[in-house]
C-alpha cells in the first residue's frame, strides 16, 4: 500500500539532482511540498496535505551520504593520471555473423602501433568502435560488407586511471556522471575497463569536461 513518504521516497529516487538539493539542505521543503502535492494526489488518487508532504521530505534519509563517504574520497583523492585524446571517430555497426571478422583486419592493422586510440564495444544488436580519425579509411575498408549505423567525427576522450578497488565503492560513478550533468556535458561514449574510466565527448565541450574530471581530486 502506498503512502505519502513512500511516493516521495519513488520521486526523490527518480529525480537525483532533487535528493542532492535535500541532503546539502539547499532546498525550500514548503515550496518543494507544493510542487510535489499534484504528482502524489495522483499516485495515492486522493488529496493530500502539503504539510504532510512536507513532514515525509523532512523524515527523508538519503541511501548512502555520498559527498561525506570517507571511501569515495579516498578514491578520489587517489585518481591516477588524466589523459585527453582528440581526433576521434566513432562507428556504429549492425551485429552480424562477419563482423567480427572486419574486426580482426582492423586490429591485425593497428596492433603494432600503439598511439592509436582504440575502443571496441560489442551490444546485443550493434557494436561501436571509437577510433583515432587516422584511421578512418581503415575502418570503412575492413566493415565495406556491414550495415554501417552511424559515424561522428570531431570526438575527444579523457580517461581516468582509478586506484584498485574501485569497484567496491558504491556512488563512484555516480558522483563523476551528477558533476559532469551539472555543467551540462553531454556524454557522447562511455567506455570503462576493472582500472579505468573513459567519456568521450564532442570537441567543443573537452576543456570544460577535463577541468570537472580534475576537480575531482580537490
Known sequence: ????????????VSRPFL?????????????LAKDLNHPISEMLRRPVKDGAIMMALRRHQPPLN????????????????ITVRSNLSDFTFQNSKTLINSHSQVLEKISTNHQIFYAFTRGMFESNIIISTSEK??????????????????????SIYLPKGNSK????????????????????????TTNEFTIVVEDDLVDKAFSVIKRLKD
Do not use: H, P
Request: with cysteine; charged share 25%; aromatic share 10%.
Open 169 to 192: 565503492i558504491a556512488g563512484l560513478y555516480y558522483q563523476i556522471f551528477k558533476r559532469l550533468a551539472w555543467e551540462k556535458i553531454t556524454l557522447y561514449e562511455v567506455v570503462s
Open 66 to 81: 555520498l559527498e561525506n563517504s570517507v571511501r569515495l574520497k579516498k578514491v578520489f583523492k587517489n585518481l591516477g593520471d
Open 19 to 31: 535528493e542532492e538539493g535535500l541532503s546539502r539542505r539547499i532546498i525550500n521543503f514548503s515550496a
Open 1 to 12: 500500500m502506498k503512502t505519502i513518504a513512500s511516493c516521495v521516497q519513488e520521486i526523490i
Open 137 to 158: 579509411e581503415s575502418i570503412l575498408t575492413a566493415f565495406a560488407n556491414e550495415t554501417q549505423i552511424g559515424l561522428q567525427d570531431k570526438l575527444s576522450a579523457i
